[in-house]
T-cell receptor, first 114, second 113 residues
Framework: AQKITQTQPGMFVQEKEAVTLDCTYD???????LFWYKQPSSGEMIFLIY??????QNATEGRYSLNFQKARKSANLVISASQLGDSAMYFC???????????FGQGTTLQVKP | AAGVIQSPRHLIKEKRETATLKCYPI?????VYWYQQGPGQDPQFLIS???????DKGSIPDRFSAQQFSDYHSELNMSSLELGDSALYFC????????????FGQGTRLTVV
C-alpha cells in the first residue's frame, strides 16, 4: 500500500520569493512515480511535475522543481519566483507502477502575498 | 492540444435519483481513471480501465458502476444517490506506460439535494 503525507495544511509566501511544499511517501512498490498537481479555486487539477523512482536527477519544469530525496522518502516541490497566480491547493501524489492509479496527499493551500 | 473532456460540468440531482457522468480521454490514451473529491478532501481513486477492461478498483460504492467503450470514452453510472455523493468527480487519462502523468479533465461537480 502507498501513503502520501503532506504536513503543511497552509503556507504563505511573499510574491517573487521561493517556497517549498513538503511531501513524504511510503510505498512497497519497487518502481513508483511521484507527481505534483495544482488545484486552483476553480477546481481543475493541473499537472505540474513528475519524478520517477529511478530518475537520477531532480525533475524541473520551468519555475517548478522537485527536491527528491530517496533515503528520506521525500519529494518536496519548490516553486521559485512565486506569482499571485500560484495561489492554489497543491497535491502530491504517488503512482502505482502496475495500474497507474494515484494516491493523493492531503494537500497544501498556498497563498502568495503581494 | 486536446484535453480530457468531461460532461456535464455541473449536475444537480435529488436523493435516490441516478446520474451518468461521461469522460472523453485524450486521443491515443488507452487508460481512464475516475476519482471522487469530497468538499475539502483529497481526490480518492474509484476505478480505472485499460483497453476497455477494468484494471483496478478503489473505494467505489456498489451503487456505482463504470465502463469504457470501444471509442475509449468512459461513463460512470451512479444510482440511488445519497447526499454524501455530492463531490467533484474527475476523470483522468494516460497512456499505458507505467508512471506516466495522468491528465485530468475539468471535473463534474455533482450536487445531491
Amino acid at each position: 500500500a502507498q501513503k502520501i503525507t503532506q504536513t503543511q495544511p497552509g503556507m504563505f509566501v511573499q510574491e517573487k520569493e521561493a517556497v517549498t511544499l513538503d511531501c513524504t511517501y511510503d510505498t512497497s512498490d519497487p518502481s513508483y512515480g511521484l507527481f505534483w498537481y495544482k488545484q486552483p479555486s476553480s477546481g481543475e487539477m493541473i499537472f505540474l511535475i513528475y519524478q520517477g523512482s529511478y530518475d537520477q536527477q531532480n525533475a524541473t519544469e520551468g519555475r517548478y522543481s522537485l527536491n527528491f530525496q530517496k533515503a528520506r522518502k521525500s519529494a518536496n516541490l519548490v516553486i521559485s519566483a512565486s506569482q499571485l497566480g500560484d495561489s492554489a491547493m497543491y497535491f502530491c501524489a504517488g503512482g502505482s507502477s502496475n495500474t497507474g492509479k494515484l494516491i493523493f496527499g492531503q494537500g497544501t493551500t498556498l497563498q502568495v502575498k503581494p | 492540444a486536446a484535453g480530457v473532456i468531461q460532461s456535464p460540468r455541473h449536475l444537480i440531482k435529488e436523493k435516490r435519483e441516478t446520474a451518468t457522468l461521461k469522460c472523453y480521454p485524450i486521443p491515443r490514451h488507452d487508460t481512464v481513471y475516475w476519482y471522487q473529491q469530497g468538499p475539502g478532501q483529497d481526490p480518492q481513486f474509484l476505478i480505472s480501465f485499460y483497453e476497455k477492461m477494468q484494471s483496478d478498483k478503489g473505494s467505489i460504492p456498489d451503487r456505482f458502476s463504470a465502463q469504457q467503450f470501444s471509442d475509449y470514452h468512459s461513463e460512470l453510472n451512479m444510482s440511488s444517490l445519497e447526499l454524501g455523493d455530492s463531490a467533484l468527480y474527475f476523470c483522468a487519462s494516460s497512456p499505458r506506460t507505467p508512471n506516466t502523468e495522468a491528465f485530468f479533465g475539468q471535473g463534474t461537480r455533482l450536487t445531491v439535494v
